[in-house]
């Protein structure tokens, strides 16, 4: 088994199957979308004609939808996965924020969070897609005035009992919606299908990938995933290696790979991300190159599927380093074209 290899062909890096934004979102089940502006090119590079406008017009139809979900972080989902994934993922995450709250001494009272939601929703009702300088004029008509860390669990709260989800895409800046406007409810699921149904998204697009790493990413405790994982039954398998039990899918991706392709790659990207076995695509004595220990990641550099270098997104021209002399920045000029052309389309 060559798990680099199979680990960007079924994360879409090498020789992408989807045209539009909305297809790789439904497919990958849930993206990191930490870094506002980074997280469309997340997308877009799993496309086969990676397309900044292509992604805002899924964004602000709806169809791909942004919120905290895992791990009290944001992620990008599918529309039709929105209703679904809050219902597995909400509880844990609900728990997860009020111990940060308690850990900040921050308390609210149910009744503060009902009026204060009340007003969210309202506000983002009237203008289709508020800012959060928006829920602050609104508060300060209701007598409210509250810091921002206070408003911003508030926030997160209304997104995690489905009341508000993202509204359009600014250059810059979150917007919010009515998620009840936004998203059509589907019909719902028991939780077991709903369970298989993620447990599917993350190996069919992560694979090779283990236990730990789906525990890690899901957020969800152990058992749930060993019952996600038996729920698939014979659709899974298991590998050896290095050690270590890598479940793949019976469909899984395994022709297409080219040597000799550099990827740029965003800060919180899926391909590291996705992963507590991090080290099958980063060297650990480069790890602190990709991320540190706080979870702040940084914009890399794959060769061939390894981690070797890192890159600056917001510049005019391209700025590489790398871990060793191997490479220069004249091999990642043709990557650093596609970006370009990717915000100019």
Not at 10 to 17: F, H, K, R, S, T
Not at 36 to 60: E, G, H, I, L
Not at 158 to 164: F, P
């Amino acid at each position: 088994m060559n798990p680099i290899s199979i680990r960007l062909l079924n994360q879409q890096l090498i020789a992408p199957q989807f045209g539009r934004p909305a297809e790789v979102v439904n497919y990958m089940g849930a993206m990191q979308a930490q870094e506002y502006r980074m997280m469309r090119w997340a997308v877009a590079m799993r496309t086969r004609k990676p397309s900044s406008k292509a992604f805002k017009k899924a964004f602000d139809k709806g169809d791909i939808v942004r919120l905290h979900l895992m791990r009290g972080t944001w992620q990008l989902v599918a529309a039709e996965d929105y209703w679904m994934m809050l219902e597995l993922c909400a509880p844990k995450a609900i728990a997860v924020t009020k111990g940060w709250m308690s850990s900040n001494k921050i308390s609210i009272s149910d009744k503060e969070l009902m009026h204060v939601g009340d007003i969210l929703a309202q506000t983002a009702a009237d203008k289709r897609s508020a800012t959060k300088e928006d829920f602050v004029e609104a508060l300060k008509e209701n007598d409210m005035t509250m810091d921002d860390h206070r408003l911003s669990y508030h926030i997160r709260m209304a997104e995690l009992t489905g009341t508000l989800c993202s509204g359009d895409l600014l250059p810059m800046k979150a917007t919010y919606a009515l998620a009840a406007d936004k998203v059509r409810r589907t019909a719902a699921m028991d939780r077991e299908e709903d369970l298989m149904r993620l447990t599917r998204k993350y190996f069919q697009s992560r694979q090779p990938a283990t236990l730990e790493d789906f525990v890690w990413w899901s957020g969800l405790n152990i058992n749930d995933c060993r019952k996600g994982i038996a729920l698939l039954g014979n659709t899974v398998h298991v590998e050896r290696w290095k050690g270590r039990e890598f479940y793949l899918t019976d469909d899984c991706r395994t022709r297409g790979f080219r040597r000799g392709r550099f990827l740029l790659i965003p800060p919180y990207d899926e391909y590291l991300i996705s992963y507590k076995s991090r080290d099958v695509v980063l060297p650990e004595e480069h790890r602190h190159r990709a991320h540190n220990n706080s979870g702040i990641f940084q914009p890399v550099i794959a060769f061939d599927g390894t981690i070797c270098g890192n890159w600056t997104p917001f510049k005019d021209d391209c700025q590489a380093t790398f871990f060793h002399d191997a490479y220069s920045k004249e091999d990642v000029r043709e990557a650093w074209k596609t970006y370009q052309l990717f915000g100019n389309t």
